[in-house]
């Protein structure tokens, strides 16, 4: 859980940061191990302002080959606090939300998961696949016979097959 007491965050302009493990977002099972969260707050009169940038260390399996592989997957996302929103709505680039300074916690722990979950590419891609941010074509070599002589050993019962049948 990632929260703050209201009362606590100096007015203008503050930064924090964080790293929490993957269960206190709520992404275990994810592939995401560690996030390291830099949080930029800015408190006015009548609202604040948390610009979130996280940094994830995520072990994923590649959608081609199967392999497993580390990244760090990075991302942005801004949460606003307001005196006087009738509605609270999330968008995009970030969400807004009524600002409540009696209950004096600032909660943000699911914008957080859900920035962290939304970073995780829809296409996992070992980075041995991607050269100069290009991917590349797969080749699957199946051994040094087929490279050199062309014929593919696997095909010789269904050739012989055919043979047998086109005979009757």
């Excluded at 970073?119 to 087929?146: M, N």
Aim: proline share 3%; with cysteine; aromatic share 6%.
């Amino acid at each position: 859980m990632v929260s703050f007491r209201y009362n606590e965050i100096p007015k203008g302009l503050s930064d924090d940061l964080l790293e929490v493990e993957a269960d206190e977002l709520g992404v275990e099972g994810s592939g995401i191990s560690r996030v390291r969260i830099r949080l930029r707050f800015n408190k006015q009169d009548d609202n604040l302002r948390i610009q979130c940038q996280l940094s994830s260390l995520a072990s994923l399996i590649c959608d081609r080959s199967l392999d497993r592989y580390e990244t760090v997957l990075e991302s942005t996302y801004e949460v606003v606090f307001q005196h006087d929103v009738e509605d609270e709505r999330e968008e995009l680039s970030g969400t807004l939300r009524k600002l409540n300074p009696s209950q004096n916690v600032i909660d943000i722990t699911r914008e957080l998961r859900d920035t962290a979950l939304l970073s995780i590419p829809v296409k996992k891609l070992h980075p041995r696949y991607i050269k100069d941010g290009e991917i590349t074509e797969f080749e699957a070599i199946f051994g040094d016979k087929e490279k050199k002589s062309g014929h593919d050993p696997r095909w010789d019962a269904l050739k012989e097959l055919k043979q047998r049948i086109e005979k009757n």
